[in-house]
């Protein structure tokens, strides 16, 4: 095993450019991409027309910016709508008397918080305007906004152990989503080198030396366990001590980084069964692999993600049991009873890809 193991380990110290700018661009992708999601204020265009534009701009401008998370500003109508086509703007409002229109050229899940956030404002003022009939609405809002100052009934949400929830940080989902999808293709490529060693004849020839065919199995997905680990444990160290973020406790993190990278080698295995040279698997699993976090929904915050057949495809794959796993403990300090399941279900995804691609391997003629 270890002649093979220092065998891939010459190789990455003549040639380590592959794993850098893998490095880096787990880094990079999280900072560019992170912050521009986290942003806690959006600014959202809103506009109307007809002859009372000004007052419905007015009014709704007024009712929507009592929401904190986003900023309505009123602009004109051909501005707004120029700057959603040229995609300086996501989306923009049209605002009525009572309803409201939706400006913007794609779906993303910006656009759908804003929605809901619109859409709770109209909610609520319909049904204010049907309580108070034919009297003034301005009164009626005033008298329930001081009522609810101080309500007969209040609701306040703890955790089990009588601490406050904890919001969800898309900065950290963000960071842990990019180290974990890049690292993917790290181990992935180098579990290919058993394919590359079959093709080009190497691996015959040390079947006729002293190193068993376990040995040089071992020493493949060995180094690439090391590997894959020794590349998020960089990204993670940078992120934790130089750039100051909060990852929970650290120890947990690393074990469920260890299984994760443990069934992602087994699965990449499978794909090494699957496919029969290196140019088909890095053709296949650079094609596949992109998919899944899309899938797993780990660009985009909880809940997103409802479809049922697509949710199980990304089961199928140990990413989403990972990021389950850490961002509980991230962000919801769980212990190891909550984060069992998750560690199980990559297990035995790494236990069947590892025993149906070895086997793979060795039927094939």
């Known amino acids: 095993m270890f002649p093979v193991f220092k065998a891939q380990l010459r190789k990455d110290k003549r040639n380590p450019v592959t794993i850098i700018l893998f490095i880096v661009a787990s880094i990079a992708a999280t900072l560019i991409f992170g912050n521009s999601t986290i942003e806690s204020n959006t600014e959202v265009a809103i506009f109307s027309s007809g002859p009372s534009a ?17 900023t309505f500003v009123i602009t004109e109508e051909d501005k707004a709508r120029e700057d959603v086509i040229e995609g300086r703007r996501d989306v923009a409002i049209h605002v009525m008397e009572n309803d409201y229109r939706l400006v913007t050229s794609s779906y993303m899940p910006q656009i759908l918080l804003v929605e809901q956030q619109v859409q709770e404002v109209f909610r609520k003022e319909a049904q204010l305007v049907a309580a108070a009939g034919n009297e003034n609405t301005d009164e009626l809002r005033s008298d329930i906004e001081e009522y609810m100052e101080d309500p007969p009934l209040q609701v306040q949400t703890q955790t089990l152990n009588e601490a406050d929830v904890s919001k969800h940080d898309m900065g950290i989902q963000l960071l842990f989503g990019f180290t974990l999808f890049i690292v993917m293709f790290t181990i992935g490529f180098k579990v290919n080198g058993i394919t590359a060693d079959k093709v080009n004849g190497i691996w015959n020839r040390m079947i006729l030396s002293s190193v068993s065919k376990t040995s040089m199995y071992s020493g493949h997905l060995c180094y690439s366990f090391c590997i894959g680990f020794f590349q998020t444990l960089i990204v993670f160290l940078i992120f934790k001590y130089v750039m100051g973020y909060d990852l929970g406790n650290f120890s947990m993190i690393l074990v469920i980084v ?6 992602m080698v087994s699965v990449a295995m499978l794909f090494t069964g699957i496919l029969r040279t290196p140019e088909q698997f890095n053709m296949v699993f650079s094609s596949v692999i992109p998919i899944i976090p899309i899938i797993s929904g780990v660009y985009m915050p909880p809940g997103t993600i409802s479809n049922v057949f697509l949710q199980f495809i990304a089961d199928l794959f140990p990413l989403t049991h990972a990021m389950d796993a850490v961002l509980h403990v991230a962000i919801h300090d769980a212990g190891w009873s909550d984060i069992t399941l998750p560690l199980v279900i990559m297990l035995l995804i790494g236990v069947v890809s590892m025993g149906v691609g070895i086997n793979m391997v060795e039927r094939r003629k």
């Not at 260890?258 to 069934?263: G, H």
């Open 54 to 70: 000004k007052e419905i701009e007015n009014k709704w401008e007024n009712l929507l910016n009592k929401n904190e998370s986003s």
């Open 258 to 263: 260890a299984v994760y990278i443990v069934s």
